[in-house]
């Protein structure tokens, strides 16, 4: 327990973590409040040709301020991009905890078991990571209808490798430990011994893996939403959002700007606070 | 990463095995119907059932798998049910455009991001160093459709309005332009090429960012090696140094990314060829996807699987020959 606290203190003290970290809490902070506090609709269609493709820090004819601009119905992009974060948000924790969880068992089962279950499960994982992601995530949803419990569903199962991999090497290195085989000398069953000594030291890797799955997720679902077989409509993530403003680049390029420059800012954040857990786990081994 | 060439072959194998098994369970195990996702739910049953079997999905399961893994492995893969032609056909004529495109833009990734990577780590720590290791984390953090989308925006839709000279203009879509057939050769390659800019650059770029990051750091770590400090000792030019010591002992490493990024490549491949609506693999399995033409789906997933094995298997091939060391029992 306190390993992890000392983990997530020393990555703290990297200025692009805390960057990142205070970005992230920025957002879904505006992601849950922000909706409910600007004034005006998110979407609307009272005088759409008066208020459509305002530029940003513009006010449009009904005398509302936008922050970010318009879109093509006249809807505020700020508020739209603060409702597509909700989406975009929930989609990827849940598809990065989804494969975080498949990763953790993998590993753990296959460090923990040896033999011929390890064997299968490396190979599998090895084969697993040689696929490429987007072909096989489009065969998923073209079987299903595209939503975003599939998304969530389909990116969880297909990135669950690396950690799994971490999550092995581990708990294969914690098995002969000391205190482990204190704890299966006084007979704990080995099942309690896995979850109760073990698993809980070997998670560390783990979390590192899980804050890249995090931003890898966000970044793959808004893509897979872009081409249209993420989030469907009446839900918007930001995916879609780009996809909508792609055919007004150059009179209103804000409208598919600003969502991208919200993923690429998310993904970035996520992969400082990773580097930051990364260095701080290094620095604790190496010295 | 030492391992010997069966081996790599055997998990080649069952990788591509994986692929064609995880193809198959997933059209039988995903709940619902996707026969009736294929036909509308107006469809009546008896138009279900015949499409069931002339997909042959009402026999059993084991017999199908069976069945399909030797239809995958003699290229017989179906017929394409939007397109009316074999799928081995629709897949042969998307190859050659995605391995083209494929092919120019890992050329591309290598020499940049080596030539960054190692620029970088020469003047390390150094202001420059600090600025580029900030703008390939965010190049790197763009998605390629983003960067896609700005490429066009400035170069395709911004070049046109802002009046810059033709050369600087670039084709958005498509592999050739209108009439490309009737120019004379130096011009139809010339057209190619314009209309290969685009989709390369987006690749290259976000390739070029990671590659530079590992490369730089793959350098660092071997300048700090007590061979180095033989070679400077000897009084070897730092440039000499770092080209034929440090940069020449972090290719292995290097080539061994490769086969990681391999995957993601042809990831950012399916992206890329739907904004430039470029003929490939990618844009064939969107296009399938949409039109639910499961037969093309499920082919050009294991073909994409297999691109990676190849060049997972060639990436082996290579570091093996820039480390004679490796390929070795140790």
Redesign the interface.
């Known amino acids: 327990m306190s390993a992890r606290g000392g983990l997530l203190v020393a990555a703290w003290s990297d200025p692009k973590a805390r960057t990142g970290a205070v970005l992230l809490a920025v957002l879904v902070v505006a992601a849950v409040a922000g909706p409910l506090a600007l004034a005006h609709p998110a979407s609307g269609f009272a005088d759409v040709v008066a208020r459509r493709f305002a530029g940003p820090l513009s006010r449009t004819p009904d005398g509302v301020w936008h922050v970010l601009g318009t879109d093509r119905f006249g809807r505020d992009v700020l508020a739209r991009l603060l409702l597509g974060a909700r989406i975009s948000l929930a989609v990827g924790v849940l598809a990065a905890l989804v494969s975080t969880a498949v990763g953790v068992g993998a590993g753990a089962l296959a460090g923990y078991a040896g033999g011929a279950t390890d064997r299968a499960i490396v190979a599998v994982t090895d084969a697993a990571l040689a696929i490429p992601r987007v072909p096989f995530l489009l065969l998923l949803v073209a079987l299903v209808e595209p939503g975003a419990a599939v998304t969530v569903l389909a990116l969880g199962v297909t990135g669950w490798m690396t950690v799994a991999r971490l999550v092995r090497s581990e708990v294969r290195s914690l098995a002969v430990r000391e205190f482990v085989q204190a704890a299966r000398a006084l007979g704990v069953p080995p099942l309690r011994v896995l979850l109760a000594h073990v698993l809980p030291n070997a998670l560390t890797p783990a979390l590192v893996a899980a804050a890249l799955g995090v931003g890898s997720a966000i970044m793959l679902e808004a893509g897979l939403s872009f081409l249209g077989l993420g989030v469907q409509p009446p839900l918007s993530s930001w995916g879609s959002m780009i996809a909508s403003g792609r055919d007004a680049l150059m009179i209103a390029p804000w409208v598919s700007l600003a969502p991208a420059a919200a993923v690429a800012l998310v993904v970035l954040a996520f992969s400082w606070i990773a580097d930051a857990m990364e260095s701080a786990i290094a620095g604790g081994r190496g010295a | 990463m030492r391992t010997a060439l069966p081996r790599r072959l055997l ?1 080649a194998a ?2 591509v095995l ?2 064609v098994t ?2 198959f369970a ?2 039988h195990l ?3 119907e ?1 026969v009736r ?1 294929f036909l509308g739910p107006a469809a009546d049953p008896a138009t279900v059932a015949a499409t069931r079997h002339a997909l042959g999905l009402d026999r059993p399961l084991p017999v199908q798998y069976v069945e399909w893994l030797t239809r995958f492995a003699t290229g017989r893969w179906g017929t394409s049910i939007a397109q009316q032609r074999p799928v081995s056909a629709v897949l042969g004529d998307a190859l050659g455009p995605t391995l083209l495109l494929v092919g120019a833009s890992l050329l591309l990734t290598y020499l940049g991001g080596t030539l960054v990577g190692a620029w970088q780590a020469a003047r390390r720590s150094s202001r420059a160093d600090a600025a580029v290791t900030a703008a390939t ?2 190049l790197y ?3 390629s ?2 960067v896609a ?1 700005g490429l ?2 400035v170069f395709a ?2 070049a046109a ?1 802002w009046r810059w000279p033709p050369i600087l203009r670039f084709p958005a879509f498509g592999a050739t332009g209108l009439g490309a057939d009737l120019l004379p050769p130096g011009s139809r390659l010339a057209d190619r090429l314009r209309h290969l800019a685009l989709p390369v650059a987006t690749l290259a770029i976000v390739g070029v960012a990671g590659t530079a990051r590992f490369v730089r750091g793959a350098v660092v770590g071997a300048l700090r090696q007590p061979y180095v400090r033989a070679a400077r000792a000897k009084g070897l030019r730092e440039s000499r140094v770092l080209l034929r010591h440090a940069l020449r002992n972090s290719l292995g490493p290097v080539l061994a990314l490769f086969g ?1 990024q ?7 491949v ?2 890329v060829e ?1 904004i430039f609506a470029w003929p490939g693999l ?1 844009r064939v ?2 296009q ?3 039109a ?1 033409d ?1 037969p093309v ?2 082919a ?2 294991a073909v ?2 297999v691109l ?2 190849a060049g ?1 298997l060639l990436a082996d091939a290579l570091a093996a020959l820039a480390d004679p060391r490796r390929g070795r029992p140790a």
């Open positions: 998990l069952l990788t994986l692929v995880a193809t997933a059209l995903v709940p619902g996707p996702l984390a965010v953090a763009l998605p459709y983003v989308l066009v925006a839709y911004g309005l990681l391999l995957p993601a490549l042809f990831s950012g399916v992206f739907s990618g399995t969107v399938a996807v949409l639910r499961y789906v499920m050009s997933t994409f699987a990676v094995v997972n």
